[in-house]
């Protein structure tokens, strides 16, 4: 697994250019003689704020990126936002490109070239794999028997019964439990039914202080639920809301559907849980209105926001527990 940093912010970027990459360009260039000592004191002398063992292990992720990725492994990168796994082959070793992938503020110079084969649903993964690829590590080895599932899934085939438990090593002291816990909260939001979705879309509104009101079964013309500061749903603003629960990525042209039936004085809200394609992301960029789209993950870190608001009901279809983890 290489991860496509948070949020999948470069997924994209890593099936379009055909590569994985990772970051810590900060330490400089190791790709022609990789030394897991130097590495480690070029990542104290780059993060002095850091700890020691922040830096091993910042130091072992490019180490293990330029030496034990091999040509011809498999690999695998998540994008949150439609809930897939791009699995692809290694094709060559690794490079230092300066500037090649790049957001101004940050860099991910160490390269990967990469044959993306296809997707894999995270949703039709067992939980123990789920389990396992829910690490937040920016590199880490699948076990054998995740491999397997995944690549049985490419192939169709039936996924071998073995169970694929936990792995310590994708389970590392050092991730962050609280964005790991995101996208097991996603598993549970993404098992409900579409109608069970507008509740739950329309229970999260509620908890954020508007009043509601779902639209009856039958064609809704582009409005699921209408949100307003009154029960009456006399004042502004009114919110007009479009919930999508389904697999594949909400595209420009529903984007214009949604739109096209709104008032000048409308906002909108698109709820997609499979995504949205960079198209409709454009268009709702410009859109007439104010239009806010929400993919699952970003729907689930609402929910971790103001769970404590939500009624009893809303509660009942997502049912978490908080718990406090000591900060080391």
């Known amino acids: 697994m290489v991860r496509a940093e948070r949020k999948g912010v470069l997924f994209d970027s890593f099936i379009e250019g055909e590569i994985v990459a990772i970051g810590w360009s900060e330490i400089g260039d190791f790709t022609a003689s ?26 072992g992720q490019v180490y293990r990126f330029i030496t034990e990725l091999a040509e011809g492994d498999h690999v695998v990168t998540y994008d949150p936002s439609r809930r897939v796994y791009a699995v692809g082959v290694i094709t060559g070793s690794a490079s230092y490109r300066i500037g090649h992938l790049a957001d101004g503020e940050h860099s991910w110079p160490n390269v990967r070239p990469v044959k993306w084969i296809d997707e894999v649903k995270r949703d039709d993964l067992s939980q123990p794999a789920r389990n396992t690829l829910g690490s937040l590590l920016t590199l880490f080895q699948l076990k054998p028997s995740v491999e397997s599932e995944i690549l049985s899934r490419l192939k169709g085939t039936p996924v071998p019964s073995e169970p694929a438990d936990d792995d310590p090593e994708a389970a590392g002291t050092e991730i962050d439990m609280e964005e790991r816990s995101i996208e097991f909260i996603s598993d549970m939001v993404a098992r409900l039914s579409p109608n069970q979705m507008e509740e739950f879309v329309a229970g999260l509104l509620r908890a954020m202080g508007y009043a509601t009101r779902i639209s009856p079964p039958g064609p809704d013309r582009g409005e699921d639920i209408r949100a307003t ?26 984007l214009r559907g949604f739109l096209g039936g709104r008032h000048s004085n409308d906002k909108g809200l698109y709820v997609s849980t499979g995504g949205f394609t960079k198209d409709a992301r454009y268009e709702a960029a410009r ?22 608001r939500l009624d009893v009901e809303t509660r009942a279809m997502v049912p978490l527990k908080r718990i406090y983890w000591p900060i080391l």
């Open 229 to 254: 500061p009154d029960a009456l749903g006399l004042q502004d603003p009114r919110i007009i809301v479009e919930v999508k629960h389904r697999a594949g990525a909400i595209g420009a042209p529903d």
């Open 34 to 59: 990789p030394n897991l000592e130097r590495m480690f004191a070029a990542c104290q002398r780059a993060f002095p704020e850091n700890t020691d063992f922040t830096n091993k292990v910042a130091a």
């Open 287 to 308: 859109a007439n209105i104010p239009l806010q789209l929400l993919t699952l993950e970003d729907l689930v870190e609402l929910v971790v926001q103001y769970y404590d």
